[in-house]
């Protein structure tokens, strides 16, 4: 079970104390369904398929797949980095130095990048699933983002997300794929290597071990 003394983040602790960690008033972010405090306290490590093999990390998120948020020990005085952990590889990536950071960055991903089964539409009356999100959405959402964190993410963060609401979706492309987007690739790189950079970002880690190869 997870140590009853750990440091939840401010940042959660805040978001908790709103109520946005579950109904009616949960705050989404795009592929990070939050733990409740409560349920963070009582995990066990065994439950799940895979083991997390240094008990000092906890699980506090998961995307819709079942992969893990972790928070990852960084030293005894500094917050928890938070790991990107899929259930299928045994090694994780440092996503961001502290949670603020994580959430932030997930959104700066998430009106960036394609993804076939979550995207943006310019045109909402060619959508062609519910799970395409036309740009009247996509602002309600960024609203309540900019409204919601007010007091938890810090002001530079919330001026990016004021920013992104009066921007206009455009068609943006690579190599293999062409899809509508708030930012560019180049855009989102820039604002990752001003706000989220630090010397652990996207660097490896091990954080699972399978049940079965431990006795």
Same mark, same amino acid.
């Given at each position: 079970?997870?140590?009853?003394?750990?440091?939840?983040?401010?940042?959660?602790?805040?978001?908790?104390?709103?109520?946005?960690?579950?109904?009616?008033?949960?705050?989404?972010?795009? *592929?990070? $369904?939050?733990?409740?405090?409560?349920?963070?306290?009582? %995990?066990?490590? =065994? !439950? #799940?398929?895979?083991?997390? &093999?240094?008990?000092?990390?906890?699980?506090?998120?998961?995307?819709?797949?079942?992969?893990?948020?972790?928070?990852?020990?960084?030293?005894?005085?500094?917050?928890?980095?938070?790991?990107?952990?899929?259930?299928?590889?045994?090694?994780?990536?440092?996503?961001?130095?502290?949670?603020?950071? *994580?959430? $932030?960055?997930?959104?700066?991903?998430?009106?960036?990048? %394609?993804?076939? =089964? !979550? #995207?943006?539409?310019?045109? &909402?009356?060619q959508m062609e699933s519910l799970d395409q999100m036309g740009e009247n959405g996509l602002m309600q959402w960024l609203e309540k983002c900019e409204r919601g964190f007010q007091g938890i993410l810090?002001?530079?963060?919330?001026?990016?997300?004021?920013?992104?609401?009066?921007?206009?979706?455009?068609?943006?492309?690579?190599?293999?794929?062409?899809?509508?987007?708030?930012?560019?690739?180049?855009? =989102?790189?820039?604002?990752?290597?001003?706000?989220?950079?630090?010397?652990?970002?996207?660097?490896?880690?091990?954080?699972?071990?399978?049940?079965?190869?431990?006795?």
């Amino acid at each position: 079970m997870v140590d009853k003394n750990i440091k939840i983040p401010s940042v959660y602790q805040k978001m908790s104390e709103r109520g946005y960690l579950t109904e009616p008033n949960y705050l989404w972010i795009w *592929a990070m $369904f939050w733990r409740p405090i409560d349920k963070i306290l009582q %995990y066990e490590y =065994y !439950e #799940d398929e895979y083991l997390i &093999e240094n008990r000092t990390m906890i699980p506090f998120a998961r995307t819709g797949g079942g992969d893990d948020w972790l928070w990852v020990p960084n030293g005894e005085n500094e917050e928890y980095c938070v790991g990107m952990c899929y259930k299928e590889e045994r090694e994780g990536v440092y996503f961001a130095k502290n949670t603020e950071d *994580a959430i $932030f960055r997930q959104m700066l991903e998430y009106v960036t990048f %394609y993804y076939d =089964y !979550e #995207d943006f539409c310019m045109d &909402e009356s060619q959508m062609e699933s519910l799970d395409q999100m036309g740009e009247n959405g996509l602002m309600q959402w960024l609203e309540k983002c900019e409204r919601g964190f007010q007091g938890i993410l810090n002001e530079e963060y919330l001026n990016v997300i004021s920013q992104l609401r009066r921007r206009k979706l455009q068609h943006v492309k690579n190599e293999i794929e062409e899809w509508d987007a708030l930012l560019t690739e180049d855009e =989102y790189n820039a604002l990752v290597k001003k706000y989220i950079n630090f010397e652990l970002l996207d660097q490896k880690f091990v954080w699972n071990i399978e049940k079965k190869s431990r006795i």
